[in-house]
């Protein structure tokens, strides 16, 4: 005859378990410094103003629903 198991156990470190990997993979997502975050939102922040400092002014050439006022 085989062991007995308490399946409570075994349900309770299955659960512990699944929530240590779900902890280890919160950390690699959300688990940076805040020199990282800074670092990050500065790049943001410089791409944007790069991007609008590259916007064409007046109409699109290619869409005929872009006119300028007369």
Do not use: I, Y
């Amino acid at each position: 005859m085989g062991d007995v198991v308490n399946l409570n156990k075994f349900k309770k470190a299955k659960a512990k378990a699944g929530k240590s990997q779900k902890a280890a993979e919160n950390r690699t997502s959300f688990g940076r410094t805040k020199a990282e975050k800074t670092r990050d939102k500065s790049d943001k922040d410089k791409d944007a103003a790069q991007h609008d400092g590259n916007e064409l002014d007046g109409p699109d050439n290619n869409n005929p629903d872009d006119k300028e006022p007369a």
